[in-house]
Structures are given as structure tokens and as C-alpha cells.
């Protein structure tokens, strides 16, 4: 029983120095994936801000980092870790009770997000002077951390909780709010005499700059290693399956983590090769199958080691009162997030001297020049890699926790339901749908008002266009499995500005012959293409689909005038035909003008449907989306939807053969 009251209290205490930095990174990857869509869709969309005014807002919020050394030597240690990490707690909480406007969100989420940049340098210094045990600990809270967002973030489906407002989702927000409360309250009791005394415990301005490693660390997690939506499109697999092998991936980085006190003298060649094979994954922009899901596994294990490893050097550097070089330290690495996340997507709308694609493995060197610096510290003092707790127990706890999490797939597998039959009539529903990312003219997420759209048109062929499947700037959700499984419906994905952003077509009817083709001109930043394919409709019967996404500007009008010209090729006049998109064009526009000559008809001219407005939702005033069919076609019972989930409106249309 002594043996107990003796062990206890340490395993006690590691537990919380893993979970107090876990929680925090857990409420913390939330809050900044509602900050990048809140910008964008309130910011940009509703308020009209420029993608520079969005960046420097962005560098302004990110330059507060900064502020965390000086605010700690005036308040003191204890009370900055109850206002970070307790505030960042308190403000995650309010941003999921609200359900008002998304502007309030917006203020919330900046004020959490100041907090999570303010906690991080205030907590590794509160805590190093417990050396490496203390800072390798540290590592694995981060991995932690990170598994436990991927867990959440994939039970939702990639519909992150920010967005849902149901009792359910509200006490798992609760549980890491206590959590990270009731770890911060353990830590203030442990005795040290550093601590005791409120000072703070810097690094030397070398070893402070390994710290370098966490925003360039983070980008590429919620780029690609956090992001299930990714995993899904790139691979083909199912969501569950991809979910499932994103958590794999991430347990087995945390038994490595706890098996590293076995490396001893073997610690640089292992750093090197885990930097090889990290940059290896991230090398191929867009993998694809089964090498998609390799390469994300052999990321992030290697991932994994190398962040332990230069975190682990952090511990070895004598330290010096203050927080000021780990703090500048922090404030650099945050801003190369800011850098890395604002041109990686901001390439889509501004000319950029060079593609996104490099940004993964510029990313990828950081880390791993962090790594060899966390190993330069470690070799100094090897004896301290035996100081490390042995495998096993507590140690080996994260990883299992995750490994449980499998249940979550599979219990999603086991209840994914059937996709839907077509009902057998001879007249065919179909819709087009802009779901503009996924969001409401507020800028509020909202797939299940999008869903409730289509649902009440009952289509059995739906259109759709701005089809986002892991964009950080778009909630890292995936539109399109979620809408699927929602529907019953099955898809086809045609992806145009890269793998994770384009058309859809959800149909009840089998579709074969599928081909998607790109748009002109090459060199536009945000790529556009269509999908063609044929529905079965049985007895013989088909129609030919195809749902596209013009060229967007208002003085496009040239680059819209080629894509029509590069649709109307591909059709080559073909019967029973239906066109339907987004054209960014009324129909009295030059570039419609050929449709029009090809004898197609608009079904919502051919209904008579006035003033047949579709955009923009909260007030139309023109008509920029359709459904075009053949002569041999006729458009019936066309409607409108009223509602402002979308920035557009949708188009609903019974299609008959006139031959019936």
C-alpha cells in the first residue's frame, strides 16, 4: 500500500503535465479553425475586406504573441497560466453557446485565439526547469493534444463542433474546459522552488529558437495530418476508413514517443532519417490511392519523433530567468503559421511567384532543422535520455487512448446507411446547387440547412458547385461525404482548383462514362473544369449530366465566352442532355450567347418562372445559375428555393422526355 502512495503521485503528476498541454492544443486547433472561415466569410464575404486587410488583421493578432514574456513578469506566472489556458477554456465555452450572429463568433474567436498564442511560452517556461522528463512529457501532450482533435473533429464527421449547437456537442466542449481547469489547479500545487517564487525560467537565445518548431508544426497538421477530409478525397476511400487510418497513424507516432528513451546514442540517425522521410511525404503534392495513405503515415510518425526530439532538447539548457528569448521565439514560429497558412491559401486569389505546393516541405525543413537542434542539446547530456520513465504504463497511455478511438469508425462504418434507389418514374427531379463552401450569407457553417434545401425538392440528380473537402479556410470540412451520407445520395467529385475544391453530382441513378475535364485558361488561379456523366435511368433510358463552375470576375467575360465555347465542344450537340452550374453570367450575357445558338434551353425561361433571380440569396437581382436542356428535353415544375443558406439560390426542375 506505501509502494502505491509513493508511485501514484508521479504518475499523477505526468498525467497532468501531458493533459494540461494536450486540452489546450485541443481548444486551441478548434479555435483556429473557426478563425480562418470566420474571416474569410465575414470578413471577406459580408463585411468586403481584401485578402491583404484580412492578412494584416491576421499578423496584428498573431504580433500579440509577443506580449507573453512581458505580461508575464508583471502579473507573474501563475496568474497568466489561469488567465491563458482558464481564459481560452471560458472563451471556447461562450463561442459554442452562442448561436447568434457570426460577428460575435468572430470576437470570441480572436480574444481565444490572443490566448492560445499568450499560453504557450507562459507553460514551457512554468514548467522546463523539470528538465527533459518535464519537456518530452510536453511533446507527448502536443501529440496528444492533436489525436484528441483528430478524434473529435472526425466523430463529427469533419462537420467540426464549433458549428453544431446541440446539447451533446456542448458538454463535450465542457469536458476539456474542466479538464484543463482541474490540470491547471494540480499544477499550481507542485512544490518548486522556481515556481514557488513566481520567476520565470528562459533559454539561451540558441536552444530558445528550437521552439521554432510548434507554428511550422501545427501548419502542416491541420494542412495534412489532421485533416480527414484530405485523407478521404485523396484516397477514395470511404470517411470512416480514412478516419480510421488517420488515428492509426497518430497512435503509432505515440508509441514511438514512448519507446524513445531506448534510442540513446542512436538519436541522430534516427532524427536524420525521420527528416528524410518526412520531407519524402510531403515531397508529392497531391498523392493519390494507396500512396496517399502511406505517405500520410509515414508523416506523421516521423513527424511525431522529430517534434519529440527537438522538444526533448528544450530541457537540457541551463535556465536563466525570464521569458523573453523563448517568447520571441514563439512570436517568430507563430507568424511563420500566419505566413505559411495565409500564402498557402491566398494563392488562390492573388498572384503568388510560386505554388502553394512548396509550402508542406518548406514547413517540413523547419521542423526538422528544429529537430537536429533538440538533438545538438541532447548529445551534450546523454545520461539525461536515462532519466526518462521506461516504457509502458503511463507512458504508453496516450496511444492507447487513441487506438480506442478506432470505435469511432467503425461505429460509423456499421451505421453508414444505404444510398438511396431511384423511385422508377419516368420523369426525372433534378437540382444545381452553389453551396458556397458550405456557408450562409452570416457566415455561419451550416451543412444541415443546405441539406434541408435539396431534401425538400426531393431530386434525384443534384448539381453542385464550391464543393470544399479539407480547405483550413473552409472548416476542414468535407461537403461532400457529409452531404452524401446526409442525402442517401452517392457522388461523383469532380475537383478543379486543386484535389480538395470543386463540383459534385449526387444521383440516385448509376452513373457511368464519368469524365472530368478542366476549363480555360490554364493560368487562372482558381482552376475551373466540369463533370460529365450518364445516368441510367432503366428500360433503356439514359440522360447525359454535366454540372460546371464558370470564371468568376466581372470583367471575365472573355475567359467565360472560352469555356463555353470548350463546353459546347466536348458536348458536340449530343440528345437528351442536361447543363447545370453556376455560369457567373445572366442569360443576355455575351458568353451564354452560344448555348442559346446550340439549342439549348434555360428550364427556367422554358417554365416561365419570373423573375427566375438567383443570386445573391439575401436580395436577387439576376440570374447566374442554371439548368440548361436539350430541344428533345422539357423542363417542368421549376422552382426557386427561397432560402439563404448559400449565397445562391438553388434551381429544382422535373425533366420529361417530349417524345413521352
Known amino acids: 500500500?506505501?509502494?502505491?502512495?509513493?508511485?501514484?503521485?508521479?504518475?499523477?503528476?505526468?498525467?497532468?503535465?501531458?493533459?494540461?498541454?494536450?486540452?489546450?492544443?485541443?481548444?486551441?486547433?478548434?479555435?483556429?479553425?473557426?478563425?480562418?472561415?470566420?474571416?474569410?466569410?465575414?470578413?471577406?464575404?459580408?463585411?468586403?475586406?481584401?485578402?491583404?486587410?484580412?492578412?494584416?488583421?491576421?499578423?496584428?493578432?498573431?504580433?500579440?504573441?509577443?506580449?507573453?514574456?512581458?505580461?508575464?513578469?508583471?502579473?507573474?506566472?501563475?496568474?497568466?497560466?489561469?488567465?491563458?489556458?482558464?481564459?481560452?477554456?471560458?472563451?471556447?465555452?461562450?463561442?459554442?453557446?452562442?448561436?447568434?450572429?457570426?460577428?460575435?463568433?468572430?470576437?470570441?474567436?480572436?480574444?481565444?485565439?490572443?490566448?492560445?498564442?499568450?499560453?504557450?511560452?507562459?507553460?514551457?517556461?512554468?514548467?522546463?526547469?523539470?528538465?527533459?522528463?518535464?519537456?518530452?512529457?510536453?511533446?507527448?501532450?502536443?501529440?496528444?493534444?492533436?489525436?484528441?482533435?483528430?478524434?473529435?473533429?472526425?466523430?463529427?464527421?469533419?462537420?467540426?463542433?464549433?458549428?453544431?449547437?446541440?446539447?451533446?456537442?456542448?458538454?463535450?466542449?465542457?469536458?476539456?474546459?474542466?479538464?484543463?481547469?482541474?490540470?491547471?489547479?494540480?499544477?499550481?500545487?507542485?512544490?518548486?522552488?522556481?515556481?514557488?517564487?513566481?520567476?520565470?525560467?528562459?533559454?539561451?537565445?540558441?536552444?530558445?529558437?528550437?521552439?521554432?518548431?510548434?507554428?511550422?508544426?501545427?501548419?502542416?497538421?491541420?494542412?495534412?495530418?489532421?485533416?480527414?477530409?484530405?485523407?478521404?478525397?485523396?484516397?477514395?476511400?470511404?470517411?470512416?476508413?480514412?478516419?480510421?487510418?488517420?488515428?492509426?497513424?497518430?497512435?503509432?507516432?505515440?508509441?514511438?514517443?514512448?519507446?524513445?528513451?531506448?534510442?540513446?546514442?542512436?538519436?541522430?540517425?534516427?532524427?536524420?532519417?525521420?527528416?528524410?522521410?518526412?520531407?519524402?511525404?510531403?515531397?508529392?503534392?497531391?498523392?493519390?490511392?494507396?500512396?496517399?495513405?502511406?505517405?500520410?503515415?509515414?508523416?506523421?510518425?516521423?513527424?511525431?519523433?522529430?517534434?519529440?526530439?527537438?522538444?526533448?532538447?528544450?530541457?537540457?539548457?541551463?535556465?536563466?530567468?525570464?521569458?523573453?528569448?523563448?517568447?520571441?521565439?514563439?512570436?517568430?514560429?507563430?507568424?511563420?503559421?500566419?505566413?505559411?497558412?495565409?500564402?498557402?491559401?491566398?494563392?488562390?486569389?492573388?498572384?503568388?511567384?510560386?505554388?502553394?505546393?512548396?509550402?508542406?516541405?518548406?514547413?517540413?525543413?523547419?521542423?526538422?532543422?528544429?529537430?537536429?537542434?533538440?538533438?545538438w542539446q541532447l548529445r551534450r547530456a546523454p545520461e539525461l535520455l536515462e532519466t526518462l520513465p521506461a516504457p509502458g504504463r503511463v507512458v504508453w497511455l496516450p496511444a492507447l487512448l487513441l487506438l480506442a478511438g478506432l470505435l469511432l469508425p467503425l461505429g460509423q462504418w456499421l451505421t453508414w446507411p444505404d444510398m438511396g434507389a431511384p423511385a422508377g418514374d419516368e420523369a426525372v427531379r433534378v437540382m444545381n446547387y452553389n453551396l458556397h463552401n458550405g456557408f450562409d450569407i452570416q457566415g455561419h457553417l451550416g451543412l444541415e440547412a443546405l441539406a434541408q434545401v435539396i431534401e425538400a425538392e426531393n431530386p434525384d440528380i443534384v448539381g453542385l458547385q464550391e464543393v470544399s473537402r479539407g480547405w483550413i479556410v473552409n472548416g476542414s470540412v468535407d461537403m461532400l461525404a457529409w452531404l452524401s451520407r446526409r442525402l442517401g445520395m452517392p457522388y461523383v467529385y469532380g475537383p478543379t482548383a486543386d484535389p480538395l475544391w470543386g463540383n459534385a453530382l449526387l444521383s440516385r441513378y448509376p452513373l457511368s462514362q464519368v469524365e472530368l475535364v478542366a476549363l480555360p485558361t490554364e493560368d487562372l488561379l482558381l482552376r475551373r473544369g466540369f463533370i460529365y456523366a450518364r445516368a441510367d435511368l432503366g428500360d433503356g433510358q439514359y440522360l447525359d449530366v454535366i454540372t460546371t463552375h464558370y470564371h468568376h470576375p466581372d470583367d471575365g467575360g472573355p475567359i467565360r465566352l472560352q469555356q463555353t465555347e470548350a463546353l459546347l465542344a466536348y458536348w458536340r450537340a449530343k440528345p437528351f442532355t442536361i447543363i447545370m452550374g453556376d455560369m457567373n453570367a445572366t442569360p443576355d450575357a455575351p458568353e451564354l450567347g452560344p448555348l442559346w445558338q446550340a439549342g439549348l434551353e434555360d428550364a427556367v425561361y422554358q417554365d416561365e418562372v419570373q423573375p427566375g433571380y438567383t443570386y445573391p440569396a439575401g436580395a436577387p437581382d439576376r440570374q447566374i445559375d442554371y439548368i440548361w436542356v436539350t430541344r428533345d428535353l422539357q423542363a417542368l415544375d421549376v422552382v426557386i428555393p427561397t432560402a439563404t443558406a448559400s449565397d445562391h439560390l438553388g434551381i429544382a426542375a422535373t425533366i420529361e422526355r417530349k417524345d413521352q
Do not use: C
Open 1 to 375: 500500500m506505501s509502494e502505491k502512495q509513493n508511485v501514484n503521485p508521479v504518475l499523477f503528476d505526468r498525467l497532468v503535465r501531458v493533459g494540461v498541454p494536450a486540452l489546450a492544443l485541443l481548444l486551441g486547433v478548434q479555435v483556429l479553425r473557426a478563425m480562418f472561415p470566420l474571416f474569410l466569410f465575414v470578413l471577406r464575404d459580408r463585411v468586403g475586406w481584401t485578402a491583404i486587410q484580412l492578412g494584416e488583421l491576421g499578423f496584428v493578432l498573431f504580433l500579440t504573441a509577443f506580449l507573453a514574456g512581458p505580461l508575464s513578469r508583471w502579473l507573474g506566472m501563475r496568474v497568466m497560466l489561469w488567465l491563458t489556458a482558464g481564459g481560452l477554456g471560458l472563451l471556447r465555452l461562450l463561442m459554442q453557446l452562442w448561436t447568434g450572429d457570426p460577428m460575435v463568433d468572430l470576437y470570441l474567436v480572436m480574444g481565444a485565439l490572443v490566448l492560445f498564442l499568450w499560453f504557450w511560452p507562459v507553460y514551457v517556461g512554468y514548467t522546463r526547469p523539470g528538465g527533459i522528463s518535464h519537456t518530452f512529457d510536453l511533446a507527448t501532450g502536443i501529440l496528444l493534444g492533436l489525436g484528441l482533435d483528430l478524434a473529435l473533429h472526425g466523430a463529427y464527421l469533419t462537420y467540426d463542433m464549433f458549428w453544431r449547437h446541440d446539447l451533446g456537442t456542448l458538454l463535450l466542449t465542457l469536458l476539456p474546459v474542466v479538464g484543463l481547469g482541474l490540470g491547471l489547479w494540480r499544477l499550481n500545487l507542485q512544490p518548486n522552488a522556481l515556481r514557488a517564487t513566481g520567476r520565470r525560467s528562459d533559454l539561451p537565445l540558441g536552444p530558445a529558437f528550437i521552439w521554432l518548431v510548434f507554428g511550422p508544426y501545427l501548419f502542416l497538421q491541420m494542412v495534412i495530418f489532421q485533416n480527414v477530409a484530405r485523407l478521404t478525397s485523396l484516397t477514395g476511400w470511404s470517411l470512416p476508413a480514412a478516419f480510421a487510418w488517420a488515428l492509426t497513424a497518430h497512435a503509432l507516432g505515440l508509441f514511438f514517443v514512448a519507446e524513445m528513451r531506448e534510442l540513446g546514442r542512436w538519436l541522430l540517425p534516427v532524427a536524420l532519417a525521420f527528416a528524410v522521410l518526412l520531407l519524402l511525404s510531403l515531397l508529392t503534392a497531391w498523392p493519390t490511392g494507396g500512396l496517399a495513405a502511406g505517405l500520410f503515415l509515414l508523416g506523421q510518425v516521423s513527424g511525431a519523433g522529430l517534434l519529440l526530439v527537438a522538444l526533448g532538447g528544450l530541457g537540457v539548457a541551463a535556465p536563466r530567468p525570464g521569458l523573453r528569448n523563448l517568447t520571441v521565439s514563439h512570436g517568430v514560429s507563430g507568424l511563420l503559421f500566419l505566413l505559411l497558412g495565409f500564402v498557402y491559401y491566398s494563392s488562390y486569389d492573388i498572384a503568388i511567384p510560386l505554388p502553394n505546393s512548396v509550402l508542406p516541405p518548406v514547413a517540413g525543413v523547419i521542423v526538422a532543422l528544429a529537430a537536429l537542434g533538440g538533438v
